[in-house]
């Protein structure tokens, strides 16, 4: 990662600044708000994923020489706008919902305040954010709910950008995933990682034999044999054989795997390897995790569905001026409308727990909190620096799992359909 | 970005790597192949992209002391292997298709020969590479020929991961397209960036007017005043009356881009404006493009469906071991079966220069090679070296341009449909 975060940027945002600082805007107060329009087609719920790395992002958010000198020497400034951005760090205000929280359309998901110049030059960076981290944190979240408490391994980061592989790797263990294979985002975030074999390793041997007692011999009777580089039932006998019957488990990753789950769970047991786990992957998505429900499967690897947000690998985002200088505002020229003014939120909950609806108000009115609601926005920045005590990413993954627990249950169903609580919008 | 690309890697490939250190077959010389095994659906061709960045993530696939203290504290491997990797540099051969070049399913696009170990350990982070690159390199192919020869600038940053949003539009740049709004992507790859304002600089001002005068007096009568915030037609009569009749462009962000272009053509030349160019984006994607052929449309800004590749977010290309010391190797338990032993291609031309046919064989088998066909495969890696004077990304977009004229005119086309020329897979 660049030290300096700030040219991961639109050029416009740039261009904004100069036009703005040049006319004396651009230290007007403004409020921006992040929203989605949408949910993905068909989608009961998002989750927030991302919000620790914006933070981390805002406060690496400088110009350094080198970036100095890039904008310089492209001209794509004016010499004003490099020396305001020469000493640029951000000083206001950011609010939001924090990781792990369900959200819908209108959700308010950050409120930043500021300058029009300090809050503006963030644009592209926030969205980047959580546009990637939620659209994987969304889908992650389904595909928990339907292995429905089995171990469930991200492995996708070959089928998405390296520098995405470690942020999925995150928002995937943020939504509940048991572990991932991606090194970096064991070593960046301190997620656990797993990983054993690959169809290459039993190739590069002379024999499956040779390659399996190589296996266990490096790593161990626990490990995870992966059986079907030539037949699958030749693979378990020859796993059990090498390793005994304390073997860890064996991986399915080809094929109709509910049969051949049920097929080497009566091989195994049959083998007298009651206790070694069945571990399926390839192509799976939050359908194909359901439909395994009934089968004797004890964990997934999940990959290209994951890593590209299962059908929907951006979360739409957008980030609107919604104040200036307390005056609202808001484009109004086509269905793209948004709603001015800054919002709060709430989410109201029966006594019993589950929740009932949004409420999303204009702080000034007059929303009132009952005995089981509760806000929804945190402080995250004030005066530019962090928040003290923000959830930690483990204490985010908890909130997800106790958020999903309160939706009504029809909206933790995968079919298409309705947000799972409606979202109600009070007129100040 | 990391010093270091070496943790960008899934742990299997290093479990693998300490097994075989263990049992001696790491040192077995090794060929694996990159292909992918399909298109995504009724896409006639694909586009080759990232291969520049592989090269350089190969060069800098080492472990310093962070990463060897990372798998160490962690125990991911055992001590033999930690010694091993201290010391590692990949010491191989790389040939592959160069960048900017079209494939097909079963291309070889990337052949690594090296010990097994040097090269397993390469696996996930090529394909990371290859798969984001390629897919958005495809879908910005067909774009830039949806746009057909109009201006077309790639502005999708906020809607993807901010790495991936770098590489995005390198790879968009590589496919054709004029310029990127991602600031970033102009200084690490020399790309020309683009932007001026969005919704927020006119809604930040107190009217309209005073928003365009600043933009002009800022950035010069050349700009690009985005009309649209309020009423279209009032918005281009002010950004007329404001920057003259020289005005640069006019930008529309949302409604019916087509019938609004037609209607801002004609205003504009009632004004006099007849030079001012009209800019269209909002939710554009090659078919929306297509569509506004016959629109007087000067140029257009595509985000959200370039960067996720427009349906098709990963190239899904696999990395396999098909040679183990000159012995073809492959999986055959199921359908994703690979073909053995490493592959040559060439592609075989008319006498007018259209393709005609892929051609995949054996280097030891007899495809003979005709006056008008070459080999798709060029040397990229000698000996862990970079290949001296290999093609820039300027040469290599002008290669893709090139190579899409070749192709036989109904490979352009934007419908479902078969691959553009078929590939021939010759037995050895």
């Given amino acids: 990662?660049?030290?300096?975060?700030?040219?991961?940027?639109?050029?416009?945002?740039?261009?904004?600044?100069?036009?703005?600082?040049?006319?004396?805007?651009?230290?007007?107060?403004?409020?921006?708000?992040?929203?989605?329009?949408?949910?993905?087609?068909?989608?009961?719920?998002?989750?927030?994923?991302?919000?620790?790395?914006?933070?981390?992002?805002?406060?690496?958010?400088?110009?350094?020489?080198?970036?100095?000198?890039?904008?310089?020497?492209?001209?794509?400034?004016?010499?004003?706008?490099?020396?305001?951005?020469?000493?640029?760090?951000?000083?206001?205000?950011?609010?939001?919902?924090?990781?792990?929280?369900?959200?819908?359309?209108?959700?308010?998901?950050?409120?930043?305040?500021?300058?029009?110049?300090?809050?503006?030059?963030?644009?592209?960076?926030?969205?980047?954010?959580?546009?990637?981290?939620?659209?994987?944190?969304?889908?992650?979240?389904?595909?928990?709910?339907?292995?429905?408490?089995?171990?469930?391994?991200?492995?996708?980061?070959?089928?998405?950008?390296?520098?995405?592989?470690?942020?999925?790797?995150?928002?995937?263990?943020?939504?509940?995933?048991?572990?991932?294979?991606?090194?970096?985002?064991?070593?960046?975030?301190?997620?656990?990682?797993?990983g054993t074999a690959a169809h290459a390793f039993t190739l590069l041997h002379d024999s499956e034999r040779s390659a399996f007692e190589s296996q266990v011999a490096a790593l161990g009777t626990g490990t995870t044999l992966l059986v079907d580089t030539y037949d699958i039932s030749n693979g378990i006998q020859l796993a059990v054989e090498v390793a005994g019957p304390d073997l860890g488990a064996v991986r399915i990753d080809s094929g109709d795997v509910g049969v051949l789950a049920r097929q080497a769970r009566e091989q195994l047991d049959d083998l007298g390897a009651t206790g070694t786990r069945i571990v399926v992957s390839g192509d799976l998505d939050e359908y194909a995790i359901a439909s395994l429900r009934a089968e004797p499967v004890d964990g997934y690897g999940v990959g290209t569905s994951l890593v590209t947000g299962s059908g929907a690998p951006t979360a739409e985002m957008v980030y609107k001026l919604v104040e200036v200088e307390d005056r609202p505002v808001a484009k109004r020229s086509s269905h793209k409308e948004s709603r001015g003014g800054r919002k709060a939120a709430i989410r109201r909950y029966k006594k019993t727990g589950t929740a009932v609806e949004e409420v999303v108000f204009r702080p000034d009115s007059a929303a009132e909190l009952g005995p089981h609601d509760r806000f929804l926005q945190i402080p995250l920045i004030r005066d530019g620096k962090r928040v003290e005590g923000l959830p930690t990413l483990e204490q985010d993954r908890q909130r997800l799992r106790h958020a999903l627990v309160t939706l009504p249950w029809e909206g933790l169903k995968l079919s298409h359909g309705e947000q799972a609580i409606p979202t109600t919008f009070l007129q100040s």
Same sequence: chains 1, 2.
Avoid at 100 to 121: D, I, K, M, Q, Y
Avoid at 170 to 182: D, V
């Fill in 1 to 194: 990662m660049s030290s300096s975060t700030a040219l991961l940027t639109d050029q416009y945002e740039l261009t904004m600044l100069a036009s703005a600082l040049r006319d004396g805007t651009a230290h007007r107060e403004c409020t921006f708000e992040v929203f989605t329009r949408r949910l993905p087609h068909g989608r009961r719920y998002g989750v927030t994923g991302g919000i620790g790395r914006v933070l981390e992002a805002i406060e690496n958010f400088h110009f350094g020489e080198a970036e100095i000198a890039q904008l310089a020497d492209n001209e794509v400034v004016d010499d004003r706008t490099i020396e305001w951005l020469r000493d640029f760090r951000f000083s206001g205000q950011v609010d939001g919902y924090p990781e792990g929280e369900l959200f819908f359309p209108g959700s308010p998901l950050l409120t930043v305040r500021g300058t029009f110049a300090e809050a503006v030059v963030l644009e592209t960076l926030v969205l980047s954010i959580l546009n990637h981290d939620s659209a994987i944190a969304s889908a992650a979240a389904r595909m928990v709910s339907a292995a429905n408490g089995r171990r469930i391994i991200e492995m996708g980061s070959r089928r998405t950008h390296e520098e995405s592989a470690v942020s999925s790797a995150r928002a995937a263990y943020l939504a509940g995933f048991t572990a991932t294979s991606n090194l970096e985002a064991g070593r960046r975030y301190g997620i656990p990682t797993a």
